[in-house]
DNA sequence: CAGTGGTCTAGACCACTGA
DNA sequence: CAGTGGTCTAGACCACTGA
């Protein structure tokens, strides 16, 4: 069982801040394992002798470094660290897509993780002025948006939305729900756009409500997020990929030259 | 002044985070600035009719977002957003270091802000696991560990902690406070050690509290991680350079062949 | 000093989980 | 059903800010 000690009145520190700090001790120490339940709200307020809202503020103070995962009727665990995924950057290389092997599932290949997609959606939509200016079209012009959403292993890992200019992909399997082997990127090379190279713009912050959800992640877990232009061998902007990605579930991995 | 709706019983949403949507609307659309203050509590709890903690919940949820910081006293205002830094691929290139100039300085002059430097130190130590690995050392083999932390404008952004082996640098300028015009990058190249190219790994989380106070960041901003390894014409990995930024202060760049 | 946010209490009703 | 966390109320005392 658990051991934790007592509020200290000479300690400068809140007494919310000091039952944080011995349960995140106990986290970090390993006597909390990941997965392990926390102590009750209940068990909190009956062993430290404080109201409810006390004790809560403590486990909500824990909850915003995302070190646990409160879920409703069952009680608050000690967050167990997803896989990570390093993304390396030939993950687009034509090899794989040649192989028939959408980019996702080739890394989950590589990692040994199960993958899985879904809320997919495809539909034609105005530009946002971001996109737009990446694809090189007016702002509202219309494209092809195709939403999507990654698991590893059951977990949503990732999200995503890809813009194409409908000149480019109108009227290909790119507007399937299910674009066949290899992907997009794939049936972008069969209508000709052959691909050349990619940027990539990466930040960080902390996630939306919406996002938190779709990611299944608590407040306290910051978001990659990697905006993915694709050029083809024409120079043009042939697809600009949002994606917004759990943080602790990736690593990305760059290589450049010193010229 | 600012134009608040009700709140909307039919809603799914709790009061709360109905309150939460509403102020962050006004914080999105430019209604309320950066830098601008939110009605006080007591303005909340008169205005939507609610307890002081259903108001204050709402406003933790922003802040929770790094939306706002509450100061002490004073009041609650949106956070002002820094300038970004966009790091491009090639601000190591080598024509940046002929000129004499360092990485962060080169980056300083275009993006046009004041760079600063300052918490220099330079020491010997053993290399930590993860870097030792990177140079392909043992464990704890004695290397040079430089520190220090950048600025822009005054306001810290980035800290940074580079490793080299000491028969790559040991003796050089690189073990200086001032390692001169262009950098460490520069001293390894009159070294002998021309470089051909960086791996960088890149990854997001929530800053320790030492890191918050490096980086003068409230909770509920990420950092940015990124450990750089360069490496010279023999293949030799040169320097790992372990830096944390403060995340809404960058965007990364990476461009990539599609191969 | 008045106004602000920080912390805390002691209660209430609710929705969700799992035996 | 008992146990759990989610939301909310109406109060209290406090420390900090700035006029």
């Known amino acids: 069982m658990l051991q934790l000690g007592e509020i200290d009145r000479a300690d400068p520190r809140p007494p919310y801040r000091q039952i944080a700090a011995?349960?995140?001790?106990?986290?970090?120490?390993?006597?909390l394992e990941p997965g392990a339940k926390l102590p009750s709200e209940a068990a909190l307020m009956e062993h430290f002798g404080v109201a409810r809202m006390t004790a809560r503020q403590a486990i909500q103070e824990l909850r915003g470094e995302g070190l646990v995962i409160a879920e409703h009727g069952r009680g608050v665990f000690v967050r167990p660290m997803p896989p990570v995924r390093r993304l390396a950057s030939d993950r687009f290389a034509r090899a794989h897509r040649a192989a028939g092997k959408a980019a996702f599932l080739a890394e989950a290949?590589?990692?040994g993780y199960q993958p899985g997609v879904d809320r997919i959606r495809v539909a034609r939509a105005g530009a946002p002025k971001g996109i737009a200016e990446r694809l090189r079209v007016e702002a509202e012009?219309?494209?092809?948006?195709r939403e999507r959403r990654y698991l590893a292993n059951g977990r949503p890992v990732e999200i995503a939305t890809s813009y194409l200019p409908v000149p480019v992909a109108g009227g290909?399997?790119?507007?399937?729900?299910d674009p066949g082997p290899g992907g997009i990127y794939a049936?972008?090379?069969?209508?000709?756009?052959t691909l050349e190279r990619f940027t990539e713009e990466v930040g960080a912050r902390?996630?939306?409500p919406d996002e938190r959800n779709a990611l299944e992640?608590?407040?306290?877990v910051p978001v990659l997020t990697v905006v993915r232009t694709a050029f083809d061998t024409?120079?043009?902007?042939v697809e600009v990929c949002d994606t917004v990605k759990a943080a602790p579930a990736y690593l990305l991995e760059y290589d450049f030259p010193a010229r």
């Open 109 to 111: 290949d590589k990692a």
């Open 187 to 193: 049936r972008l090379e069969d209508a000709g756009h």
């Open 22 to 31: 011995m349960l995140r001790e106990a986290i970090e120490s390993g006597g």
């Open 234 to 237: 024409e120079g043009a902007a």
């Open 206 to 208: 902390m996630p939306t």
């Open 141 to 145: 012009t219309e494209v092809i948006v």
């Open 217 to 220: 992640i608590g407040p306290g």
């Open 172 to 177: 290909t399997p790119v507007e399937d729900v």
